[in-house]
C-alpha cells in the first residue's frame, strides 16, 4: 500500500464494521474491450439481444455522454485505474499505442489504483479479465492493489502463431470463426500462465464463473471487483450455447454473451442480498474497431470509432446499477472512467491520493440524484498527444486521426469547431463564427499542457532485449 | 363509403355495441414530420428529454425495424392511410416528389384509408395536423373518411412570401428561429380557411388541444384519431414554454414539445379510463431532413436521411402502445406504416378492400405477443421509382440517391447489396460473393414491378393553371 493512511485506526475500525455497510458499498467495474455506443439496446441497437443490459439500464443510471480515459486499450485503462489521463504515468506514447507481449514496462508501481484506495478500507479485490497494463509480474493486478487476478494479460488477439489466417482478411464475412489455437495468447492466475493457448471459446463463460465465485467468497467483507471482458475485441469467441442465436451475427452473439454474464453477476448479488449494498459500472475501454466491418461495433450516431478522439472513439454506453445508491434515470451530463475512482473513494470513505496531480470527478451527487455531474470538461489524449479539448458542448479539434483505419494523422487547416450537444455526429464544423470559443478552448487544453508537462516520459515504448514469446 | 360492406346489418349491430368494447379497440395515428430513427430517447438520442414516449416505450413496443412507406412526405402518407404503396394510387411522380401549394390533384377519391374502413364500424374519426394528399376540398380529410379536419395541409415551409429570408441559408445556427408570417401556410378547419398564415409558433400545442378534445368527445364511441404534426418538419417552430429547453437547441426543443403532446393524448386516455381499449402508434413521415444541418434530425446508425431509400430514409422509431392489447417489449421483425390499415381493420372487426392490390399485413400476432411479425419483405420506392428491396435481412440498391441533398440520382456500377442486421449503417457491400441472394432479390423486385404495372398514371405534377396563391 503506497498511501499514507489518515491513521492506522481508520483501518482498524473499518475492518470491525458490520460487512455490507452503506459505508462501504461493494464495487463492481464491468469492463467490455471496444464495445461500441450503439452496440446495447439500451443506447439504440436495433437488433441485438440484451435483457439483462435493458433490466440494468431500467433500474439503474444510464450515461449518455460519458468517456473512456483514451481510444485505445492500454492508456484507457490506466486512466480507469489511476483517476489520471494516462500522460502522466506513462501509459500513453507516440510509437506504440499498447502494450505488446514484448512490451517490458507497465504500470508503474508509484501509480495508485482503485484497489489500492479501497484496501485502505479492508476491501477484498479481484481482477478478472483483461488487465493490459504490464504483463511481467512485478505489473501484474497482484501488484497494484489486487488480491488476485485471473484473465488474459494483454488484447486476446496478440501472438497470432506464424502461419494462422490473417484474421483482417476474413472480416468481410460476418460470421467468420478464427481457431483459438492460433493466437498463443496466455491465461493467468495471480502471476503464473495456467493456459496457453489460453481457449478462448469459453474465456467469457469462466470470467463470468470466476466473478460468481469471488462474489460468492466474499459477501461477508466489502469488496471491488474489476471484470475487464477480453471480447469483443477481435478475434471473437464465443461459448457453443450463444453461438449463431444473434440477429446481428457472430458480434452479436458475443454481446449477448456479455449480456448473460451481466445477468449473472447482478443475479449472484440479488441473490446474497448483496444488491442494495453494492454500485455496478458497465462500461467500455473505447469505440467499435471499425476497420474490422461486422466484426466490430457500431458507434450509433457518432463519428468515426476506436483510435479516433472523434466521439465515437470515445464516448462509450455506461450503466451504473446500485438499488442503494444510484437513482434510476437518464444522466446527460459527462462523465469519464477517469471519475471512477474518485467516486469510489468518495462512497467507501477512503482517500484519493493527495500526493500528485488527479483528474477525476466524484460522480456521488448524480448518481444519487442530488445534483449534475461535476464534470464540465475533459481532454482528448491519445498516442501520447492531445487531439482535442471540451468544454460544456464545445469541443475542439487540434489533431484529428483517420476515422476507419485511425493510424493516420489526417492534417487539418485549422483547429475544428462542433457543439457535440447540438450536432451530434460531429457533422458541422463551426469555428469560424466562434472565434472567442476557439480562444477560450486553445486556452484550456494550452493550461492543460502546462499542467501535464511533468508527466512520465514514455514508457509503452520500451521492450524486452531479444524477445521471445514462450510457448 | 366506397366499400362494399358484409352486410348493412353488421353496420347497425356495431352501432349497438357498448363503446369501448374489446372488438371495437380505439386507434390513434401520431406521426411525425422528418423525424429521424436516431432522435428519441429509446432509439438512442443522448441529450433529447422525451419523459413521455420513455414511458410509451417502457409500456408499450417499440420496433426497431419499421418503415415509412416512401422516405418524403405525400406518398408516405398516402401509404400509410391506404396500405398500399404510393405508386398504386398515383402520390408518387418522377417530376415532383410531393404536392405543392399549385397542385391541381391530390389522393384519388376511389383509395380506401383507414377512416373509411373504420366506417364500416362506425367508427368516430379526425384528421388533425399535416395532409399534404391534396388541399382542394374534394381531396381533404373530410372527403376521405374523416368527420373532420383541423390544420395544415401542406408542409409548414410552402408558400414563403417574396423577400422572406431563405431559411435553407440559416441553418449553420442551429438556434435560428424564423418568422412564422414569412410562411404563408394556411390551417384549415374541414375544407374551411380559419388562418393565413397559420401561426405556428402554437401550431404543436393547438393540434394537441383539438386531439384532446376530440377524445373526449368520442369517449362513447369508438374512434380514429390521425394526428399529423406538422413538425419537426423546417422551419422549426415552437411554443415559448419550450423554447430554449432543450441541451439539443431548437430542433430539441420542438421534439421535447412533441412529447409533451404525446403526454397529453396518452394522459387524456387514462383519465377517460380508454387506455385498455386504444391503440396508439407514434411513428414518422420519413428519415431526417440532413441537408438543413442541425435544424434536421438524426439518423442515429443509420445511413443518410429523408428523400433516400437508405435506412436513414425509410427506418422510423416507432412505438406501439395498448395496455389492452400490446405485449410490452422490443420487436425486431419488420414493420411498415403500410401494415396499420390491415392491422387496425382486424382489431376493429372490419374489413379491408379486397376488390385492389393490398400491399400490407396484419401485425396482430407480434402486437399481442403471440407471433412473429408477419412482415418479410419491403419495397423502397421514391419519385415513382423503385429504388431497393429487402427480403429478410437482405437489401439490394437498384438505384441510389445523393446521401445528403438527395435530389440527384447516384450511379450505380452494379445494384449494391447489404446484410441489414449485421451491417446496420449499410457500409459494407457485399454482392459479388453472394450472387444468388442478388438473384433472388432482382426476381423478386421484377415480380413487384409486374404487380405494380397496372398503377395509375402519375398525377402529383399536375398542376393548377394560373395558379395564384390566395392571401
Known amino acids: 500500500m503506497k498511501l499514507k493512511l489518515l491513521s492506522l485506526i481508520a483501518l482498524i475500525g473499518a475492518t470491525l464494521l458490520s460487512p455490507g455497510r452503506a459505508d462501504q458499498p461493494n464495487f463492481v467495474v464491468i469492463f467490455c474491450d471496444d464495445l461500441g455506443y450503439g452496440d446495447l439496446r439500451a443506447f439504440g441497437n436495433p437488433t441485438i439481444k440484451t435483457p439483462h443490459l435493458d433490466r440494468m439500464a431500467e433500474e439503474g443510471q444510464k450515461w449518455t455522454q460519458f468517456y473512456s480515459a483514451d481510444p485505445i486499450c492500454t492508456p484507457s485503462r490506466a486512466g480507469l485505474l489511476t483517476g489520471r489521463y494516462p500522460i502522466r504515468n506513462g501509459m500513453t506514447s507516440p510509437k506504440r499505442g499498447v502494450l505488446f507481449p514484448d512490451s517490458s514496462l507497465g504500470l508503474p508501481a508509484v501509480e495508485v489504483t482503485i484497489a489500492e484506495v479501497l484496501k485502505q478500507r479492508d476491501y477484498a479485490t479481484a481482477a478478472v479479465g483483461k488487465w493490459h497494463l504490464g504483463h511481467l509480474p512485478q505489473y501484474l493486478p497482484t501488484a497494484q492493489g489486487f488480491d488476485s487476478y485471473y484473465g488474459i494479460p494483454y488484447s486476446n488477439d496478440m501472438a497470432r502463431i506464424k502461419g494462422a489466417p490473417n484474421y483482417r482478411q476474413q472480416t468481410d464475412d ?140 470515445q464516448r462509450v454506453p455506461t450503466v451504473f446499477w446500485g438499488p442503494g445508491f444510484v437513482k434510476p434515470g437518464v444522466v446527460d451530463g459527462m462523465g469519464s472512467t477517469i471519475d471512477l475512482l474518485e467516486t469510489f473513494a468518495h462512497l467507501a470513505h477512503a482517500d484519493a491520493p493527495t500526493d500528485r496531480k488527479m483528474d477525476g470527478y466524484d460522480l456521488t451527487p448524480a448518481l444519487i440524484g442530488k445534483g449534475p455531474s461535476p464534470r464540465e470538461e475533459f481532454f482528448y489524449w491519445t498516442m501520447g498527444k492531445l487531439h482535442a479539448a471540451r468544454s460544456g458542448p464545445w469541443k475542439l479539434h487540434f489533431l484529428q486521426r483517420e476515422a476507419v483505419q485511425y493510424s493516420r494523422l489526417v492534417p487539418m487547416d485549422h483547429p475544428e469547431l462542433y457543439h457535440l450537444e447540438k450536432d451530434i455526429s460531429e457533422a458541422y464544423e463551426v469555428s469560424t463564427t466562434h472565434p472567442q470559443i476557439v480562444k477560450d478552448l486553445t486556452a484550456k487544453a494550452e493550461a492543460h499542457l502546462e499542467d501535464t508537462a511533468d508527466s512520465l516520459p514514455e514508457q509503452l515504448s520500451a521492450r524486452i532485449p531479444n524477445f521471445k514469446y514462450r510457448r
Chains 1, 2 share one sequence.
Open 174 to 313: 460476418p460470421d467468420y470463426y478464427a481457431d483459438t489455437n492460433d493466437f498463443d495468447v496466455p491465461l493467468m492466475e495471480n502471476d503464473r500462465v495456467i493456459e496457453q493457448p489460453a481457449n478462448q471459446n469459453t474465456i467469457t463463460r469462466r470470467y463470468t464463473e470466476r466473478a460468481v465465485e469471488f462474489i460468492e467468497a466474499h459477501q461477508k467483507q466489502p469488496f471491488f471487483l474489476y471484470l475487464a471482458h477480453s471480447l469483443p475485441h477481435i478475434p471473437l469467441f464465443v461459448s457453443t450455447d450463444f453461438r449463431g442465436q444473434s440477429r446481428r451475427g457472430l458480434y452479436g452473439d458475443v454481446i449477448e454473451e456479455i449480456d448473460w454474464s451481466v445477468g449473472q453477476v447482478l443475479e449472484t448479488l440479488r441473490r446474497l442480498d448483496l444488491a442494495k449494498n453494492t454500485v455496478v459500472v458497465f462500461t467500455s475501454d473505447n469505440g467499435p474497431w471499425l476497420s474490422f466491418k461486422t466484426h466490430g461495433g457500431s458507434a450509433g450516431p457518432l463519428r468515426a470509432g476506436k483510435g479516433t478522439t472523434f466521439e465515437g472513439g
